[in-house]
């Protein structure tokens, strides 16, 4: 057995982990709730630009969610586990901000490694869904997507409004309506004429501003999922630092 002093000098030591480990989970915690509302927010604002990329409707936003679930859940273990000053607790939460840790630095350092095929892939899809596009299929995921692009970012087109002028759908209807300015101006007529269209009808294209927006957000995105990232090892090295101290403290009582 150890003598008395050093264990009265090892108990406040492991009082002021538990606090900052307790506080740090805490904020883990929040980082997770954060990750969901990204998730649902990306979900429900950034749907058209993803269906772009693919047939099908992305499962990224639900990797967030599920991701900011898995943190939450996780979050609150660590602080149960600092609360009862279980070492294997404590432990197992280290392993665990270890792995979200890696998977997080391998899926940013990924993502920006291949942002410019993901922006080539992008520009081609979009040049695909408007050459196919048609609005009166309500099962077009893509045709609903460029719709809804034009009218939200006050744009025509992948380059510009005269793009329109070689694809099937203007010689049949002419411009998209969603390209209009101000819909009580574009009678049929007008978008049937390329020239007359161009007075009534956003003239930018819409790649640019597109790929502009894409990567503000998927910025904002990964600087998020970074700074989680190494915010983790904070509470890696407080989680050992503890687990440490409370078995040496066990074992120095014995």
């Not at 936003?61 to 609150?76: C, E, K, R, S």
Request: aromatic share 14%; glycine share 8%; net charge neutral.
């Amino acid at each position: 057995m150890s003598p008395p002093s050093r264990r009265l000098q090892t108990k406040p030591v492991i009082t002021c982990l538990k606090t900052f480990l307790i506080s740090y989970s805490i904020i883990f915690w929040f980082t997770g709730v954060i990750l969901l509302a990204v998730g649902v927010w990306g979900k429900v604002s950034l749907e058209a630009y993803f269906s772009l990329a693919s047939e099908e409707s992305t499962n990224a936003p639900y990797v967030l969610i599920g991701t900011g679930a898995i943190i939450v859940i996780f979050g609150l273990f660590g602080c149960f586990a600092t609360c009862r000053g279980s070492p294997w607790m404590l432990k197992l939460y280290a392993m665990f901000l270890t792995l979200v840790f890696l998977a997080e630095l391998v899926a940013g350092v990924s993502g920006f490694i291949f942002r410019h095929e993901i922006k080539a892939k992008l520009g081609f899809a979009y040049k695909n869904a408007v050459a196919t596009y048609n609005s009166t299929d309500s099962s077009s995921s893509s045709s609903a997507a460029v719709d809804a692009i034009q009218r939200t970012l006050f744009c025509c087109g992948v380059v510009n409004y005269t793009d329109w002028a070689d694809t099937p759908y203007f010689k049949e209807s002419g411009v998209p309506a969603s390209c209009c300015k101000d819909n009580t101006n574009c009678s049929p007529e007008i978008l049937k004429d390329i020239d007359k269209a161009g007075t009534e009808v956003y003239t930018v294209g819409c790649f640019a501003r597109v790929t502009h927006v894409m990567e503000s957000n998927l910025g904002i995105v990964a600087g998020i999922s970074f700074g989680i990232a190494f915010f983790q090892l904070i509470g890696i090295f407080l989680s050992c630092c503890l687990s440490r101290y409370i078995t040496n403290n066990q074992y120095e009582m014995v």
